[in-house]
């Protein structure tokens, strides 16, 4: 297992990172790794589960990453190590089983085996696996792990896949295979990250445009530590309510819905499903104003938009637990502070602040300080920049 000091040292430090992954490679498999493959994590800036909604998302691809080192095998073997974990697996790919004892096992079999089953000859390989991004935190380690390693093979096969079909893959083996019911956010992140930019995700066509934030705007994400246990069921539990919603509503995705049309069907549903839908269609057009704010630097609005996306998720879709209202307390009391909100699933785990970018570092200590004084768990910050999406690098050029 890496220890936690190594593991933050390596999020800053990519030559050491470097150099430790290719010696732990070959550790494990007596030979040199041959090619180098990166996928981002991400954070959404607006736009809580609005993407099995159809509706829109503002998200980051981040500088918190996946990389795998590999080599090719030609005995249809596939052999992989994570370093977070200290964990391994292996299986051949002429008959990819799931396991149930370890889901980290099945997003690598699940991506194979999905890959396998669209026509895509796939070779054997050893893997070694190192994540930069919080396991279990919202910020979708699993979405960096499953687009890195499509990388790889594609890489080691000697051909490429757009980013769009990429992603598309990615969902379906972690929606069919591993058997959780995502939607395209996290691997559209992960695959179709541009260096600079957030991405306006339209989760209906599946369009993205990049979006540049005004200078001197700082993304830092606070982790409250705790964990989304419950994000499983109640996770599904909102998609239901929102499906109730379109039934009612005779649409076939809240995306359908505008504010006015809800206003005046809104008696027509049951309250709880009623409070679900007035979140996923106030909080889409909030993630198409948030792109246009944070481009123009309008900071009072971006403080506004957020504001509102905390109040709804906490009031109406209610995804908030104590410990991220704990956070919310902390970020919103803290130097350079211009807005804060939840991100990912909630219920836990990471939250996401924009911050005046010459006070990141006040900004930090005083989230660490106010959130420890308030709950005794220390919390983990990661001030990050926009990631490119997933892709060979050359290793070369980072240790030389
Ligand atoms: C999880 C899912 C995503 C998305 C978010 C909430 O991260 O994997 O598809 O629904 O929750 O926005």
């Known amino acids: 297992m890496l220890s936690m000091e190594k593991a933050a040292d390596w999020a800053v430090d990519s030559q050491a990172r470097a150099e430790g992954v290719a010696a732990c490679f070959r550790e494990r498999f007596a030979s040199e790794p041959k090619l180098w493959a990166r996928a981002p994590g991400r954070v959404d800036l607006m736009g809580s589960h609005t993407d099995y909604n159809l509706g829109f998302v503002l998200t980051l691809p981040i500088s918190r990453d996946t990389w795998i080192a590999a080599r090719r095998r030609d005995d249809g073997i596939v052999r992989v190590h994570s370093m977070n974990l200290d964990a391994a697996d292996e299986f051949r790919l002429d008959g990819i089983d799931s396991i149930s004892e370890s889901r980290w096992c099945n997003y690598v079999r699940g991506v194979a085996a999905t890959m396998q089953d669209e026509g895509l000859a796939l070779t054997g390989c050893d893997a070694m696996i190192h994540s930069t991004v919080p396991l279990e935190s919202g910020l979708s380690s699993s979405a960096a792990l499953e687009c890195a390693l499509a990388t790889v093979f594609a890489g080691l096969g000697g051909w490429s896949l757009t980013p769009e079909r990429k992603a598309l893959l990615c969902q379906k083996a972690e929606n069919e295979f591993v058997g959780v019911k995502c939607g395209i956010l996290d691997q559209y992140s992960s695959c179709l990250g541009r260096e600079g930019c957030a991405l306006l995700l339209d989760c209906r066509d599946l369009s993205t445009r990049a979006v540049r934030m005004a200078e001197g705007i700082r993304v830092v994400v606070c982790n409250t530590m705790s964990q ?173």
């Open 228 to 400: 989304r246990r419950l994000s499983g069921g109640e996770y599904a539990q909102r998609r239901s309510e929102c499906e109730q919603g379109t039934a009612v509503l005779g649409v076939s995705a809240l995306r359908d819905v505008t504010p006015e049309i809800l206003a005046a069907r809104r008696h027509e549903l049951p309250e709880r499903a009623a409070r679900r839908c007035e979140f996923i269609v106030a909080e889409s057009a909030r993630a198409e104003s948030l792109a246009r704010v944070l481009a123009a630097g309008d900071r009072p609005a971006v403080a506004r938009l957020c504001a509102e996306s905390f109040v709804g998720a906490r009031d109406l879709y209610e995804i908030c637990s104590p410990a991220m209202a704990a956070m919310m307390d902390a970020m919103l009391a803290a130097p350079g502070v211009i807005g804060a909100r939840q991100a990912g699933a909630g219920f836990g785990g990471c939250m996401v602040a924009l911050v005046d970018a010459a006070r990141t570092d006040a900004f930090r200590a005083a989230v660490l300080d106010a959130y420890y004084s308030a709950t005794q768990v220390r919390p983990e910050i990661y001030p990050v920049e926009a990631a490119p999406g997933a892709e060979l690098f050359d290793k070369e050029e980072i240790t030389k």
